[in-house]
């Protein structure tokens, strides 16, 4: 069976420009995970969903990142007008159930902001 | 002050090396994991936690409850293994918090 996947692998913006970030969760798991990880750091965590339900946004480091799973399958992660400091690795992870279950993680998005 | 410590932050063995990372963290937990990434970003769940421990193949990782630590062994170390290792607690609290990884070279 297929792992997470995510698209696009590796994104170039300009500064000031919109992202979309894409991830296909293993099927039939509900919860899903966004991380960001920059150079030499561990992940850190964005936001939580459970099913189509954003249980947790409190990783979120400015409204202009905004995540969705309105199906409960799909996640997009949106940053709005990034900057230079979202540089990073953008890592989605799911889970067969709850949020204390073993996490499978998708190979992650490569986001450079000039 | 991170709330996961990782040490060391980089190991370099030999092929065949019995190799210890350690991870001590300052929060109330439910589960630890450790994580392997490997160049080029993906990673792999290695194990999940909560008491004891457990064993898969080469790698075997303990976890001390009440001394808030844990240690992610490899028996004959091979090149292959070479990765960052990366100790993840999730909190009482349902936070995740990460370590900032051990990066592992093993030389042949």
């Known amino acids: 069976g297929a792992g997470v996947s995510q698209s696009p692998r590796y994104k170039v913006a300009k500064r000031g420009q919109d992202v979309a970030l894409r991830c296909d969760p293993i099927s039939g798991h509900v919860s899903l995970f966004w991380y960001q990880q920059a150079l030499g750091q561990g992940p850190e965590f964005l936001t939580y969903?459970?099913?189509?339900?954003?249980?947790?946004k409190s990783g979120l480091p400015s409204d202009r990142f905004f995540a969705e799973r309105p199906e409960g399958s799909v996640s997009t992660l949106k940053i709005q007008r990034t900057q230079q400091e979202d540089s990073a690795v953008y890592l989605c992870a799911s889970s067969l159930g709850g949020r204390g279950e073993t996490q499978y993680f998708g190979p992650g998005t490569r986001l450079l902001v000039l | 002050k991170n709330e996961v410590e990782q040490s060391p932050q980089n190991l370099t063995a030999q092929e065949e090396e019995f190799i210890t990372i350690n991870c001590s963290y300052s929060v109330g937990i439910s589960a630890l994991h450790w994580l392997q990434q490997h160049p080029g970003g993906g990673i792999v769940s290695l194990f999940m936690?909560?008491?004891g421990k457990k064993k898969h193949g080469r790698l075997i990782a303990t976890i001390n409850i009440q001394e808030k630590h844990s240690s992610l062994h490899i028996t004959a170390s091979h090149p292959r293994d070479s990765a960052v290792y990366i100790c993840?607690?999730?909190?009482?609290?349902?936070?995740?918090?990460f370590g900032t990884g051990t990066s592992l070279t093993v030389i042949p």
């Open positions: 969903f459970q099913n189509e339900a954003q249980l947790d």
């Open positions: 936690l909560s008491s």
């Open positions: 993840a607690v999730r909190s009482t609290g349902n936070q995740f918090y």
